[in-house]
């Protein structure tokens, strides 16, 4: 399941690269797979609610989510080009 979401959510980010790039995209990433990740597993029930884990397994939830996020982002921003439109001529004044 770790590598299948991994694979969706990771082209996601790919498609966010067009035009949300940076740190904020990579926040906005993390949290997304960690709403993801904790959705489906408790859905599955493959995994226990966030609830009764101990805080240093929050934390390292969290920390895993967010390098993953953040080298996903790196590549993403790397590879993919941002796609720039000119706003000139959509707003009248």
Do not use: C
């Not at 940076?22 to 966030?50: I, S, Y």
């Amino acid at each position: 399941m770790r590598w299948g979401t991994g694979a969706v959510l990771g082209s996601l980010r790919g498609m966010w690269a067009t035009g949300i790039r940076g740190p904020f995209a990579n926040a906005k990433h993390t949290a997304v797979r960690l709403a993801f990740d904790q959705t489906l597993e408790n859905a599955t029930g493959m995994g226990a609610p966030p609830t009764t884990w101990t805080p240093r397994e929050q934390v390292l939830d969290v920390l895993h989510k967010a390098v993953y996020s953040i080298a996903t982002g790196v590549a993403a921003d790397r590879w993919i080009p941002p796609v720039l439109e000119s706003r000139k001529g959509t707003i009248s004044h």
